[in-house]
């Protein structure tokens, strides 16, 4: 038997939540350090329009959560057939533990009368599209140069592409 009171008690399991207005703070942080150029109004927007979930170290009960400042986020809207994921970052300390995949699952849970979950990335972000793969999401379009206008060295803008996930 231990003397440590706590040892007996498991660590809380990640979870995923409505983003709130206070969050926005961190999101903002999230963001900053995810994307090479952040667009801050549209995390905003969609925070206001209840677009975006948080994931949270901790269990949310009764809409109290045990670690109140979110760790990543999904912003996303919907059209009749599919949900389109905006946005989905995960703060650098807290990459890899599943939080991303746990976002993607509750935004799908959010809409379960739709067909297929899409977003984009670039298409040079060989570690993304890895990630998105791992979670049966496939390419379906190439982008060429939709990622901003020509960079600050000169260098062309970079290209995304179009991955999906079917819901059935």
Known sequence: MSDDPDAHVPAAAPT???ARDEDRTRLLTIQAAAFPD???TLLQNAV???LALVAVDGPVASGVVAAPDPVGYALFTADEASV???ELAVAPGHRRRGHGGRLL???AARHPDRERL????RADNEAAR???ASLGFRAV????GYYGDEDADGSAPADGVLLVRDLE
């Open 38 to 40: 952040p667009q801050r």
């Open 141 to 144: 379009e190439e982008l060429p």
């Open 16 to 18: 995923v939540r409505a």
């Open 48 to 50: 206001r329009a209840g």
């Open 130 to 132: 890895s990630f998105y």
């Open 84 to 86: 389109y994921v905006a």
């Open 105 to 107: 699952a509750a935004v």
């Open 118 to 121: 899409r977003l984009t990335t």
